[in-house]
């Protein structure tokens, strides 16, 4: 599976956009870009995925570049609730196909 | 209604005495993973079921065993812990006729190591 970058942490304010990005240049054609967060002391949670086009659910929005390079995870108005640890996964999508966490980014939603 | 659950929340254990970690599902679901997180890191994969097919990571110490009797359970062996064991240990379920292929996971054993 692609190696995936993100920044090490974000600060964001509360009721604002938060944008969070992830870098993976050497995806192939067949991975997926999944997000997970993590809030402390809890196990992560899933958030979103998708392969080319943007995605949006009740909880955020994915946006996916053309060349499938980056994408950009945004949570449309943060709570301090979404303060987290949010993980960029990039896999094929088969049953049994592992997830790999990399480091993540330490997201803080401040008052 | 809990879906992943893994018991004991906490466990403290000695230096060199075996210790298990359980987790149950009540979703059914083929695949069970078994993931290591020391303080603030990631997790790390250590090994996964598929239905009774087991899969270990490559650099996963042979410390680290695993138990499946059925669809519902998984249990972690830690056979000589030693401090370096120490961490989160989360347990993670996934179907195969999600059509989002996500995991589904436990809120974790904190594990001490004495």
């Known amino acids: 599976d692609a190696k995936t970058t993100q920044p090490t942490s974000m600060d964001c304010a509360e009721g604002r956009a938060a944008n969070l990005p992830c870098n993976h240049s050497t995806i192939s054609g067949n991975e997926y870009v999944y997000w997970y967060r993590q809030i402390h002391s809890q196990g992560p949670q899933y958030i979103i995925h998708?392969?080319?086009n943007n995605e949006t659910n009740e909880m955020a929005s994915l946006i996916i570049t053309e060349d499938r390079k980056s994408s950009t995870l945004i949570l449309p108005h943060a709570t301090l609730r979404d303060t987290a640890v949010y993980y960029c996964i990039v896999r094929v999508a088969t049953t049994g196909n592992q997830f790999y966490f990399g480091t993540g980014t330490s997201l803080t939603v401040i008052p | 209604d809990a879906m992943v659950i893994q018991n004991p929340r906490y466990q403290v254990t000695q230096f060199g005495k075996p210790v298990t970690l359980s987790c149950s599902q009540t979703?059914?679901?083929?695949?069970m993973y078994w993931y290591q997180q020391k303080s603030s890191q990631a997790p790390k994969l250590l090994f996964h079921y598929y239905d009774k097919d087991f899969n270990n990571e490559a650099d996963t110490p042979d410390n680290f065993q695993s138990r499946r009797p059925n669809t519902s359970f998984c249990f972690l062996d830690i056979r000589s812990p030693g401090l370096g064991d120490a961490a989160m240990y989360l347990c993670?379920?996934?179907?195969?006729?999600?059509?989002?292929?996500?995991?589904?996971f436990g809120s974790g054993t904190q594990l001490s190591v004495l």
């Open positions: 998708g392969l080319k």
């Open positions: 993670a379920t996934q179907s195969p006729y999600d059509a989002n292929e996500k995991l589904f």
């Open positions: 979703l059914n679901h083929n695949v």
